[in-house]
T-cell receptor, first 112, second 115 residues
Framework: AQKVTQAQTEISVVEKEDVTLDCVYETRDTTYYLFWYKQPPSGELVFLIRRNSFDEQNEISGRYSWNFQKSTSSFNFTITASQVVDSAVYFCALRGTQKLVFGQGTRLTINP | GAGVSQTPSNKVTEKGKYVELRCDPISGHTALYWYRQSLGQGPEFLIYFQGTGAADDSGLPNDRFFAVRPEGSVSTLKIQRTERGDSAVYLC?????????????FGEGSRLTVL
């Protein structure tokens, strides 16, 4: 069975602070894909990043960075110098064969 | 169209009624998914189509839920004898090709309220 756990239900920080969203996953598949999606108040899920299980290289995209550690089954997401527009619910997700399984999400609030 | 389109965006119905929710995926996307998202929860998988056939319907909660994709493009999620617990946002997503690497592109969802 596949499972994604996002232990942080809500996080609130002041603008310009760095914030890390945790994601831990479980799967028996040897090949799998990990994702992060953002869900702003409008409701639409916006794709942020995909990593496959063979590529543990960390990635940085502007203020966003991702730390994939297979040894701890974690795929954490860090926002540097947070902005109010980063406020949203963030979902970590896992796909083995075809079905994408989501975590419960972390509601991030960036206060001005 | 440019993105995944879902209609209606909002549906209010009475308990016991029949409801259809429509999804128009991105042109050329062969894989289509339905998810259900309750308030404060992550999206919950319902069913996945590859072409016209349901490749995985393990997430459908019971036999009141059914989905079709007769021509391999538009899909309809059908809910019979609706119950208050069916109230949620129903999300549709599509993905190109048969390869399992691509991300899913989501629509804005259909919010269903059962009174």
């Amino acid at each position: 069975a596949q499972k994604v756990t996002q232990a942080q239900t809500e996080i609130s920080v002041v603008e310009k602070e760095d914030v890390t969203l945790d994601c831990v996953y479980e799967t028996r598949d040897t090949t799998y894909y990990l994702f992060w999606y953002k869900q702003p108040p409008s409701g639409e899920l916006v794709f942020l990043i995909r990593r496959n299980s063979f590529d543990e290289q960390n990635e940085i995209s502007g203020r966003y960075s991702w730390n994939f550690q297979k040894s701890t089954s974690s795929f954490n997401f860090t926002i540097t110098a947070s902005q109010v527009v980063d406020s949203a619910v963030y979902f970590c997700a896992l796909r083995g064969t075809q079905k994408l399984v989501f975590g419960q999400g972390t509601r991030l609030t960036i206060n001005p | 169209g440019a993105g995944v389109s879902q209609t209606p965006s909002n549906k209010v119905t009475e308990k016991g009624k029949y409801v259809e929710l429509r999804c128009d995926p991105i042109s050329g996307h062969t894989a289509l998914y339905w998810y259900r998202q309750s308030l404060g929860q992550g999206p919950e998988f319902l069913i996945y189509f590859q072409g016209t056939g349901a490749a995985d319907d393990s997430g459908l909660p019971n036999d009141r839920f059914f989905a079709v994709r007769p021509e391999g493009s538009v899909s309809t999620l059908k809910i019979q004898r609706t119950e208050r617990g069916d109230s949620a946002v129903y999300l549709c997503a599509s993905r190109p090709g048969l390869a399992g690497t691509g991300e899913l592109f989501f629509g804005e969802g259909s919010r269903l309220t059962v009174l």
